[in-house]
Protein backbone atom coordinates (compact mmCIF):
# COMPACT_ATOMS: atom_id res chain seq x y z
CA UNK A 1 0.00 0.00 0.00
CA UNK A 2 1.03 3.66 -1.09
CA UNK A 3 2.46 5.75 2.31
CA UNK A 4 2.78 9.32 2.64
CA UNK A 5 3.68 9.76 6.17
CA UNK A 6 3.61 13.70 7.53
CA UNK A 7 5.81 13.80 10.63
CA UNK A 8 3.01 16.37 12.53
CA UNK A 9 -1.13 16.31 12.78
CA UNK A 10 -0.74 19.46 14.48
CA UNK A 11 1.57 22.07 15.20
CA UNK A 12 1.93 25.41 17.06
CA UNK A 13 4.54 27.69 16.15
CA UNK A 14 4.99 31.35 17.07
CA UNK A 15 5.50 34.22 14.46
CA UNK A 16 9.13 34.62 13.05
CA UNK A 17 9.95 31.14 13.95
CA UNK A 18 11.85 29.06 11.58
CA UNK A 19 9.78 26.31 11.01
CA UNK A 20 10.03 22.84 9.57
CA UNK A 21 7.48 20.18 8.25
CA UNK A 22 8.86 16.86 6.96
CA UNK A 23 7.74 14.16 4.60
CA UNK A 24 8.44 10.63 4.12
CA UNK A 25 7.34 8.44 1.14
CA UNK A 26 7.84 4.29 0.85
CA UNK A 27 6.87 4.12 -2.47
CA UNK A 28 10.44 5.24 -4.42
CA UNK A 29 8.11 8.10 -6.03
CA UNK A 30 10.07 10.54 -8.13
CA UNK A 31 7.70 13.11 -7.65
CA UNK A 32 6.83 15.17 -4.17
CA UNK A 33 5.02 17.72 -3.66
CA UNK A 34 4.04 20.43 -1.26
CA UNK A 35 0.18 22.09 -0.89
CA UNK A 36 -1.76 24.12 1.59
CA UNK A 37 -5.17 23.80 2.03
CA UNK A 38 -7.56 26.81 2.86
CA UNK A 39 -11.27 27.22 3.45
CA UNK A 40 -12.46 28.70 -0.16
CA UNK A 41 -9.54 28.29 -1.84
CA UNK A 42 -8.80 24.81 -2.54
CA UNK A 43 -5.73 23.39 -2.73
CA UNK A 44 -2.67 25.30 -3.80
CA UNK A 45 0.94 24.04 -4.78
CA UNK A 46 3.66 25.54 -3.30
CA UNK A 47 6.75 23.52 -4.14
CA UNK A 48 7.37 19.97 -6.03
CA UNK A 49 10.33 18.20 -7.09
CA UNK A 50 10.72 15.69 -9.53
CA UNK A 51 14.42 14.01 -8.31
CA UNK A 52 16.40 14.47 -5.62
CA UNK A 53 18.26 18.07 -5.06
CA UNK A 54 15.97 19.18 -7.63
CA UNK A 55 12.99 21.67 -6.73
CA UNK A 56 10.80 24.07 -8.59
CA UNK A 57 8.31 26.64 -7.56
CA UNK A 58 4.07 25.92 -7.41
CA UNK A 59 1.89 28.83 -7.46
CA UNK A 60 3.05 30.05 -3.86
CA UNK A 61 6.35 29.42 -3.07
CA UNK A 62 7.05 32.75 -1.46
CA UNK A 63 7.41 32.99 2.56
CA UNK A 64 8.28 29.09 1.90
CA UNK A 65 11.40 26.54 1.35
CA UNK A 66 12.03 22.93 0.46
CA UNK A 67 15.15 20.75 0.62
CA UNK A 68 14.98 17.31 -0.84
CA UNK A 69 18.46 15.66 0.18
CA UNK A 70 17.08 12.04 0.14
CA UNK A 71 14.76 10.38 -2.59
CA UNK A 72 12.09 9.06 -0.13
CA UNK A 73 12.31 12.74 2.04
CA UNK A 74 10.99 16.16 0.84
CA UNK A 75 11.18 18.94 3.59
CA UNK A 76 9.03 22.00 3.42
CA UNK A 77 10.14 25.38 5.36
CA UNK A 78 8.77 28.51 6.58
CA UNK A 79 11.99 30.73 6.64
CA UNK A 80 9.72 33.09 9.46
CA UNK A 81 6.46 32.07 9.93
CA UNK A 82 3.41 34.20 9.63
CA UNK A 83 -0.59 34.72 10.32
CA UNK A 84 -1.12 34.33 6.77
CA UNK A 85 0.59 30.54 7.19
CA UNK A 86 -1.51 29.17 9.66
CA UNK A 87 -3.13 26.83 7.05
CA UNK A 88 -3.47 23.01 6.62
CA UNK A 89 -0.09 21.37 4.73
CA UNK A 90 -0.26 18.31 2.26
CA UNK A 91 2.11 16.56 1.19
CA UNK A 92 1.84 14.45 -1.76
CA UNK A 93 4.06 12.01 -3.75
CA UNK A 94 3.60 10.31 -7.19
CA UNK A 95 5.82 8.33 -10.08
CA UNK A 96 6.31 10.04 -13.24
CA UNK A 97 3.58 10.58 -16.14
CA UNK A 98 -0.11 9.93 -15.61
CA UNK A 99 0.22 8.07 -12.43
CA UNK A 100 -1.74 9.58 -9.31
CA UNK A 101 -0.79 11.37 -6.83
CA UNK A 102 -1.10 10.23 -3.04
CA UNK A 103 -1.48 12.20 0.02
CA UNK A 104 -0.20 12.09 3.45
CA UNK A 105 -2.79 13.40 6.25
CA UNK A 106 -1.95 16.66 6.48
CA UNK A 107 -0.34 19.01 8.90
CA UNK A 108 -2.93 21.59 10.93
CA UNK A 109 -0.13 23.91 11.47
CA UNK A 110 -1.17 27.48 13.77
CA UNK A 111 1.30 30.56 13.73
CA UNK A 112 0.77 32.55 17.13
CA UNK B 1 -6.60 24.90 -17.74
CA UNK B 2 -9.89 22.90 -18.07
CA UNK B 3 -12.64 23.24 -15.17
CA UNK B 4 -14.54 21.01 -13.91
CA UNK B 5 -18.00 21.85 -12.47
CA UNK B 6 -19.30 19.12 -9.77
CA UNK B 7 -22.86 19.53 -7.96
CA UNK B 8 -22.48 21.29 -4.32
CA UNK B 9 -24.08 18.29 -2.62
CA UNK B 10 -25.70 15.05 -3.16
CA UNK B 11 -27.43 12.16 -0.03
CA UNK B 12 -27.16 8.89 -0.98
CA UNK B 13 -29.15 5.78 0.68
CA UNK B 14 -26.57 3.18 2.43
CA UNK B 15 -26.16 0.35 0.70
CA UNK B 16 -27.48 1.97 -3.17
CA UNK B 17 -24.93 3.07 -5.50
CA UNK B 18 -23.84 7.27 -5.59
CA UNK B 19 -23.52 8.46 -8.58
CA UNK B 20 -21.14 11.59 -8.59
CA UNK B 21 -21.21 13.44 -12.10
CA UNK B 22 -18.68 15.95 -13.49
CA UNK B 23 -18.79 17.96 -16.55
CA UNK B 24 -15.11 18.99 -17.88
CA UNK B 25 -16.72 20.54 -21.56
CA UNK B 26 -13.42 22.10 -21.57
CA UNK B 27 -11.16 19.14 -21.69
CA UNK B 28 -8.00 18.81 -24.07
CA UNK B 29 -7.49 15.14 -25.92
CA UNK B 30 -4.68 14.63 -23.43
CA UNK B 31 -5.79 15.51 -20.23
CA UNK B 32 -6.56 12.78 -17.79
CA UNK B 33 -9.65 12.84 -15.56
CA UNK B 34 -8.76 12.11 -11.53
CA UNK B 35 -11.17 11.71 -9.06
CA UNK B 36 -10.43 11.93 -5.11
CA UNK B 37 -12.32 12.43 -1.84
CA UNK B 38 -11.94 13.96 1.33
CA UNK B 39 -13.07 12.70 4.87
CA UNK B 40 -13.18 15.55 7.54
CA UNK B 41 -9.00 16.70 8.66
CA UNK B 42 -7.66 13.89 6.29
CA UNK B 43 -5.39 14.05 3.09
CA UNK B 44 -7.54 13.88 -0.13
CA UNK B 45 -7.49 9.71 -1.22
CA UNK B 46 -7.34 8.78 -4.54
CA UNK B 47 -10.02 6.66 -5.68
CA UNK B 48 -9.64 6.42 -10.30
CA UNK B 49 -8.41 7.92 -13.17
CA UNK B 50 -9.03 7.77 -16.56
CA UNK B 51 -8.27 9.23 -20.23
CA UNK B 52 -11.46 8.14 -22.72
CA UNK B 53 -12.41 4.14 -21.61
CA UNK B 54 -14.59 3.01 -18.49
CA UNK B 55 -12.60 2.46 -15.59
CA UNK B 56 -13.07 0.16 -12.81
CA UNK B 57 -11.01 -1.13 -9.75
CA UNK B 58 -11.85 -1.87 -5.99
CA UNK B 59 -13.34 1.17 -4.67
CA UNK B 60 -15.57 2.78 -8.02
CA UNK B 61 -16.64 2.76 -11.37
CA UNK B 62 -15.44 5.82 -13.95
CA UNK B 63 -18.14 6.10 -16.71
CA UNK B 64 -16.47 8.70 -19.25
CA UNK B 65 -18.88 9.88 -22.08
CA UNK B 66 -17.62 9.69 -25.75
CA UNK B 67 -16.52 13.35 -25.96
CA UNK B 68 -15.14 13.27 -22.90
CA UNK B 69 -17.36 16.50 -22.12
CA UNK B 70 -18.38 14.91 -18.31
CA UNK B 71 -17.91 11.65 -16.19
CA UNK B 72 -19.32 9.89 -13.44
CA UNK B 73 -18.05 8.30 -10.64
CA UNK B 74 -20.03 5.64 -9.22
CA UNK B 75 -19.66 3.68 -6.00
CA UNK B 76 -21.26 0.78 -6.36
CA UNK B 77 -22.73 0.18 -2.92
CA UNK B 78 -22.53 3.46 -0.30
CA UNK B 79 -21.85 3.08 3.10
CA UNK B 80 -21.82 5.45 6.01
CA UNK B 81 -17.58 5.57 5.32
CA UNK B 82 -18.16 7.17 1.89
CA UNK B 83 -19.26 10.27 3.42
CA UNK B 84 -16.68 12.36 2.25
CA UNK B 85 -16.13 15.53 -0.07
CA UNK B 86 -15.59 14.07 -3.98
CA UNK B 87 -13.50 16.04 -6.16
CA UNK B 88 -13.19 15.92 -10.30
CA UNK B 89 -10.21 17.20 -11.60
CA UNK B 90 -8.03 17.73 -14.36
CA UNK B 91 -4.55 17.35 -14.30
CA UNK B 92 -2.34 20.57 -15.33
CA UNK B 93 0.61 19.83 -17.12
CA UNK B 94 3.64 21.94 -14.45
CA UNK B 95 6.19 21.89 -17.47
CA UNK B 96 6.16 22.66 -20.59
CA UNK B 97 6.79 19.46 -22.73
CA UNK B 98 6.73 17.53 -18.96
CA UNK B 99 5.09 14.72 -17.33
CA UNK B 100 4.59 15.98 -14.24
CA UNK B 101 1.31 17.84 -13.00
CA UNK B 102 -0.69 19.34 -10.74
CA UNK B 103 -3.79 18.78 -9.02
CA UNK B 104 -6.28 22.10 -8.91
CA UNK B 105 -9.11 21.03 -6.63
CA UNK B 106 -11.99 22.56 -6.89
CA UNK B 107 -15.34 22.79 -3.51
CA UNK B 108 -15.90 19.00 -5.11
CA UNK B 109 -19.27 17.74 -3.63
CA UNK B 110 -20.40 16.51 -0.51
CA UNK B 111 -22.03 13.31 -0.99
CA UNK B 112 -23.69 12.72 2.60
CA UNK B 113 -24.88 8.36 3.12
CA UNK B 114 -27.76 8.21 5.43
CA UNK B 115 -28.65 5.08 6.81
Known amino acids: DVKVTQSSRYLVKRTGEKVFLECVQDMDHENMFWYRQDPGLGLRLIYF???????EKGDIPEGYSVSREKKERFSLILESASTNQTSMYLC???????????FGDGTRLSIL | DAKTTQPTSMDCAEGRAANLPCNHS???????VYWYRQIHSQGPQYIIHGLKNNETNEMASLIITEDRKSSTLILPHATLRDTAVYYC????????????????FGKGTLLTVNP
Open chain 1, 92 to 102: ASSLFGVQPQH
Open chain 1, 49 to 55: SYDVKMK
Open chain 2, 89 to 104: IVRVSLLEGGSNYKLT
Open chain 2, 26 to 32: TISGNEY
